[in-house]
């Protein structure tokens, strides 16, 4: 069941039913109950009923071929010598500095797709 | 013998679908005339592609561009050469350009946050680098971009006719008439007619095997089925680009398909892209650095491709998250938040255990896609309008502005919404069109029908034919058994339904079907290669002597007619 909700912090609003774009619930206003999850294998895993919970009472379950493997990170916070380079990374996007290559080899900062996210 | 039963609707202007461009649509066409429908196939307040949230939009600021040195003219014609590869509709990438920050000006009056005060930039913008050779992509709080835009489409005026999905367009003397929809949960035939219609249904998904196995776990909407491509090239109206497709889609998580870019965008300024080894394949954006020349030089910073490390056996990739100061991770947090699909990330990396800082996240090629690179749909003129006179289309509904993406989607939007409100204006009483007629009997034979093909073997036969026939295979040969192979289901299913959600499902295959087709026959069509989104194996040149076109193909009394156009 992708979209789990809690019984006891329900309050029945069924916000949850109204906004979910794969209409994975089934509730009736005129019912005091909690939204059934009709269609658990239609869910997007967008989030939109967590978000939109009032009582935080929507969490996500994922079914077993989407769970994330977890493997350990590289990085982790970084050290003094590194100070320069958390400097250029928060002023990035945030500073009139013009940015400029370190060794003058960069070639873009997109991935070479044409479209990003959207 | 069950009939499905008909409502009747009527306004000047009919918008059809709620994204980022049907509201944007829905809200000036509402400010100019006091008669404005916006229909959605679920609730604009979640849907589309910015469901869950937009955390980055292009445009053309002059404040920060022009003392970078890039005019608009400069930028416009880095996306028609790196962006679009020159194939595209220049007037309207003009016209997105130079208006985009407009429309970013409008969020913000609508109640979107896009200032902050960590930023010393002009006006207190957070700019980062997304497709252009300049910083011109704003980064903001769009997590609830669609509640707030749906906020203004009330109170600009409009109805919204939520849970109706338009699937036909109706018809007089060779104008548009209206629209047509079914309702998902009340299951009746929505008779919408209009003076103009705006048609904003975005992509079409669904169509190729999905990369983890599961139908709906996609990066774009899997609502999105092409409704709108469907119903206007049954009612006539040119369609160019359908061909093309971008193989993969993305680079995504796996399985768990997420968008943001990963590792870049949303994920930056700590995201890289490493393979098995711990070499770095994809640097931070910082490190690359501002004086971007897109698409000439290699696909990443450092020479190397995930593709070409997964080849050379250094798989997997995975994005590494984990590096930069509390501030640098809190600002990649806040992007991701507010981007699609990234609240819903964050809750399960919680909910799973999982932390940016302590773990990477392994990366495939998802499934391909029907693209924002791909820029398939009806072509526009100036105005929006395609060719079946009062019809427009703006955002990714529309077809030849590769790369347009949220902008095109707010800018197209606001211009067909002023083109027909000048169209409705001028006109007199919605005329009653025709073109419900085949929808009905197809909703009556599955009412009436006991037993049958569930709506899902459909959908996993068109996954099949079309994965199968139009991906790494592609070929006149492939394509035309690809087509048969669509056609024997079309005429093989005996759809069922228990209820209007599943009648919903069975509508939607018969689209995919529908865009499928198109898809083969344009294949077919292009003998040439070109670029990335689009190969075949018997033509394995690019050709721009014959084939530097968009390839329209439309309905004509019955009759398909191809046809080249100039861009």
Redesign the interface.
Known sequence: MPPVIDKDLCNYCGICY??????VFIFDKKQKQVPAI??P????????C???CPRGAV?????L??????????????GPEDSE??K?????????E?????D??????????????? | MKNVEIQEHSCDICVAGGGLAGCMAAIRAAELNDNVILVDKSNPERSGCAGTGLDHIWGYFPQVQEQEGMSLEQMVEDHVENVAQGLVNRRMLHYIAATSYDRILDLERFGARIRFDDSTLPGKLRLQYQMHACRNTLHFEGRDIKRILTRAVRKAGARILDRVMVTELLTENGEIAGAVGYGTRDGKIHRILAKAVIMTTGRVNRLYKPFPGLTFAIRMPPALTGDGKAAMFRAGVELINMEFLSVPGRWSSRNLIRGGGLPTGSYQPPGVGVNALGEVIRRRNHDVGSKTVYGTAKTFATGKSFQGELEAGRGPIYADMSWGSEEDQRYMLWAVENEGLGPGFLHIMERYALDFRKHKIELWPIEPEHSAAAAGGPMVDETCETTLPGLYAAGDEAGGIPGSVAPGAFTMGYLAAESAAKRAAGAGAAADGKGEEELVAFCNEILNRSGGDPWEDAQATIHNHMSDYNIHLRSETMARRGLECLEYLENTMRLTAANSHELTHCLEMRNLIECGKIILRSTIERRESRGKIFQRRDYPQQDDANWFCFLGQKLENGRLRFQKHKP
Do not use: M
């Open positions: 109204n906004i979910c774009p794969q209409d009709a269609y294998q239609e869910c997007w895993y967008c989030g939109a967590v978000v939109d969490s996500l379950n994922l079914p071929p989407l769970h994330i493997v977890p493997s350990p990170a590289l990085y982790g916070p970084p380079a958390l250029r990374a928060a002023d990035f996007s945030r500073s009139i013009r940015n400029s290559s370190k003058g080899t960069g070639s873009g900062n997109n991935s070479g797709q044409a479209e990003d996210g959207l």
